[in-house]
């Protein structure tokens, strides 16, 4: 069994099809088992087969689109490819907190194989990189302006709405949830 989470894109936790419990439901009905949801925002832990990413992702979907009527993406990682992507500490030196977001913008599987950093990043944005194995934009995201980053706009633009976005704080609990339930 493989431990994965799945990382669900336009959850609004005030949206009563969209509560931890309805998402967690479908998650249980498409027979997953240890699952769980962290926070409140689409993050949803469960075990499984082995089975590739995409497999999952469009199989989760559908169900989530079926049953709830969520249109929004799926994106699916597993543990270890969570586990290393914290492992290897892109933001070392950086701490997330309320004037500065650290986060982790995560692609479909294996939809996009050739993503480029952008040419003029947003004066508010710092680009880390882009990390392959986990299929990850990372970046700091300067919240100490009023002024909102075009960062975000320029991702979907680019690169549509297969994609999603995490804070590595995130990233860090969805990681701690997967491994307390080994």
């Known amino acids: 069994m493989t431990r994965y989470a799945a990382l669900l894109r336009g959850i609004m936790p005030s949206n ?5 419990e309805k ?9 997953f088992d240890s699952v769980s949801s962290v926070l409140s925002s689409g993050n949803i832990v469960f075990t499984a ?21 969520i249109p929004g993406g799926t994106i699916i990682r597993d543990h270890a490819e969570l586990r290393a ?7 070392a030196g950086y701490t997330h907190c309320r004037e500065t977001y650290l986060i982790a913008t995560f692609f479909k599987d294996a939809a996009h194989p050739k993503v480029e950093l952008p040419d003029g990043p947003d004066p508010l944005t710092t680009v ?12 700091i995201i ?4 009023p002024k909102t980053p075009n960062f975000m706009a320029w991702l979907e633009r680019t690169y549509g709405k297969d ?7 995130t990233m860090q609990r969805v990681v701690k949830k997967m491994e307390s339930a080994k």
Do not use: C, H, K
């Open 49 to 69: 087969d082995p089975t590739p990413g995409a497999e999952l992702e469009d199989r989760i979907q559908e169900a989530l689109s079926a049953e709830l009527g």
């Open 163 to 169: 994609i999603t976005t995490r804070t590595w704080l």
């Open 16 to 20: 009563p099809n969209m509560s931890n």
């Open 23 to 31: 998402l967690r439901g479908v998650f249980t009905g498409l027979g």
């Open 85 to 91: 992507l914290l492992d290897r500490d892109p933001f």
């Open 128 to 139: 880390v990189g882009y990390d392959e194995p986990a299929r990850a934009f990372l970046a």
């Open 142 to 145: 300067d919240n100490s302006s």
